[in-house]
């Protein structure tokens, strides 16, 4: 599957026809609110596009050695919305390592840097996370194995957020998104989680600021670990939401590009819905109490 993770080219922007007779709005919350009262589930596939700052180690290696990119995580899973938004989320999360990449970190960790040690055992494989029942739950090299473990108390979209920064479920998030929206009209062609194409769509689009989210969305908050340093207040963040048009989400995306000077530069995450299928998700059996590794989530790295 060959992802082009533009906003134009994710949300279906680009080249869209005037329509004959216009098509009625979309009430994107309202559709929302009657997907959580229904207990909707939803399957997801998510892409992660993030541009690291250079490090000056790759101009020290032989041409042509290094092979590949920095991370850029991939998520699949499925999640069950419920009164207040998500109420469960059960996620398989993969990060793409470059050789020299991996390098640098191992020779980080070496060098006793333990962020370095933790973030390396991230990338070692997939890891599966879930939560459910106000509980995060691991499995996977990171948390100690294949075993589910135990990770401590968490809201119950914690599985699913931390790449993706907008949680569309999130009626206090959605509404302040959608009121402040720069675009809000029909859209074009998007593809669903099985890459499925959804023709008649409509699309919202907007920007906001890192401080304008910490304080209109409470799973951002909690994201940051409830306290967002001045110094990244001002990042502006290129959000749109793509619906069918009942107003179903199909496509949520984020951009946003802090720069030099930041901990990451720029950051480009599109999530993608399925709206037919059914999920159970349960609490795992565990096997033991583990933490959450630094840097799992691309926003570990704006945490205080």
């Known amino acids: 599957m060959k992802w082009r993770l533009t906003m134009a080219g994710v949300l279906g922007l680009a080249a869209v ?6 098509a009625a709005a979309v009430d994107v919350v309202a559709a929302v609110q009657r997907l959580q009262a229904e207990g909707r ?6 892409y992660t596009a993030a541009d690291w700052p250079y490090d000056p180690r790759y101009a020290e290696m032989p041409r042509g ?18 009164p207040g938004g998500v109420v469960a989320a059960d996620m398989t999360r993969m990060l793409t390592f470059g050789n020299c990449r991996q390098q640098f970190l191992r020779d980080d960790a070496a060098g006793g840097d333990p962020r370095a040690a933790e973030f390396l055992k991230v990338g070692t494989g997939s890891h599966r996370v879930r939560s459910v029942g106000g509980v995060l739950y691991g499995a996977g090299p990171a948390y100690g194995g294949k075993s589910w473990m135990k990770l401590g108390s968490a809201p119950h979209s914690a599985a699913l957020y931390g790449d993706q920064i907008i ?12 009121a402040s929206a720069s675009m809000n009209k029909a859209g074009g062609t998007v593809h669903d989680a099985d890459d499925r194409a959804v023709k008649k769509t409509w699309s919202y689009r907007g920007t906001i600021t890192f401080s304008r989210l910490f304080k209109v969305s409470k799973p951002f908050r909690h ?22 048009m009942s107003g179903k989400p199909i496509v949520v995306q984020a951009v946003w590009r802090p720069g030099e000077g930041f901990p990451l530069q720029a950051a480009t995450v599109a999530t993608r819905f399925s709206w037919d299928v059914n999920a159970s998700i349960k609490a795992p059996r565990v096997s033991g109490k583990a933490r959450d590794p630094y840097g799992d989530d691309v926003i570990d790295l704006f945490r205080s």
């Open 167 to 178: 949680d569309a479920f999130d009626l206090g998030t959605l509404k302040a998104l959608v």
């Open 223 to 244: 994201m940051l670990g409830g306290r967002l340093n001045p110094k990244y207040g001002g990042i502006t963040i290129h959000w749109g939401i793509a619906t069918d």
């Open 65 to 82: 050695y290094c092979k590949g990119g920095d991370e850029d995580p991939r998520m699949t899973g499925t999640m069950r919305l419920g």
């Open 41 to 46: 589930a939803a399957k997801i596939f998510q």
């Open 17 to 22: 026809p005037m329509p004959a007779q216009a």
